[in-house]
């Protein structure tokens, strides 16, 4: 962990961050938000799916990535065990771990990947909330849990009906645990649109998905760290989703 010197009647005290847990952070907005915290100061405990060239980096920052399975029960618990393992204390947990699939017209393969999702979105939170939660009360000071949610839920989807449905829950599931937790933990949503495209994104595609919301702009990762130090940060906000979709509401 990272420790911090403060002064106390003119005497050095060491002074230790509980840490900040992000899920599926290997990469995109999790990544970011990992070595945001880290650079404040804040031990950083991160899942990750698969091995990848990205997470050296994060290692060298400090960061403990922890390999995790969200596709059923049995690797979500132990992903709670790994971090059980690694700490005593949670300052956070900021669920960013996302599952992106269409929606199949084939029976076998849409059940699977609705189930997959809903595994991803909505029962790793679910459990890893209930089962760190004396890991949050155990530190001192601010609380928080937050969940990355879509701005798309505000308006469905023609092809990801069932990636759209499980982050809907997953936003019921905040408001649920902000009332069950108060007060000592808050417990927000953030619901972003468009925020980095994709390497692979063509001219057509960038130019069509701008023109979906009122700002017209490619933000980056900032604005999520904004975010979530705004939510972090304000000790008066608890059950809310913060619409981060550059007025994506207004077309």
Same mark, same amino acid.
């Given at each position: ?19 900040? #847990?992000?899920?599926? @952070?290997?990469?995109? /907005?999790?990544?970011? $938000?990992?070595?945001?915290? @880290? ?21 060298? /920052? ?23 393992? =690694?700490?005593? *204390?949670?300052? $956070?947990?900021? &669920?960013? $771990?996302? *599952? ?31 089962? *760190?939660?004396?890991? #949050? ?9 937050? &969940? ?8 469905? !989807? ?13 936003? !019921? ?9 108060? %007060? ?6 953030? $619901? %972003? ?25 490619? %933000? ?7 975010? #979530? ?5 304000? =000790? ?12 994506? !509401? #207004?077309?």
């Amino acid at each position: 962990m990272s420790d911090q010197a403060v002064m106390t009647d003119n005497k050095a005290e060491v002074v230790t961050k509980a840490p900040i #847990l992000i899920t599926g @952070a290997a990469q995109r /907005l999790g990544r970011a $938000a990992a070595i945001h915290f @880290a650079r404040q100061g804040y031990p950083v405990i991160i899942s990750y799916r698969r091995e990848r060239d990205d997470l050296a980096e994060l290692r060298a /920052l400090g960061i403990t990535t922890l390999q995790a399975d969200f596709s059923d029960v049995a690797g979500i618990q132990a992903f709670i065990e790994q971090v059980k393992q =690694h700490t005593n *204390c949670l300052r $956070a947990i900021i &669920h960013n $771990a996302s *599952c992106w699939l269409p929606d199949s017209k084939e029976p076998e393969q849409a059940a699977v990947g609705f189930q997959q999702m809903f595994q991803v979105h909505m029962m790793a939170p679910y459990l890893i909330n209930h089962q *760190c939660q004396p890991l #949050l009360m155990a530190s001192e000071g601010a609380r928080d849990i937050v &969940h990355m949610t879509d701005a798309v839920v505000r308006k469905g !989807s023609k092809k990801h009906g069932a990636y759209v449905a499980t982050k809907a829950g997953l936003e !019921s599931l905040t408001q649920s645990f902000a009332a069950m937790f108060a %007060p000592d933990i808050k417990v927000n949503g953030i $619901a %972003p649109a468009l925020i980095i495209f994709n390497d692979d994104d063509d001219e057509v595609y960038r130019t069509k998905a701008l023109k979906k919301s009122a700002l017209q702009i490619e %933000p980056g990762e900032e604005v999520i760290n904004l975010s #979530l130090d705004y939510l972090l940060n304000n =000790h008066y906000l608890t059950g809310v989703i913060l619409p981060v979709e550059g007025g994506r !509401s #207004l077309i």
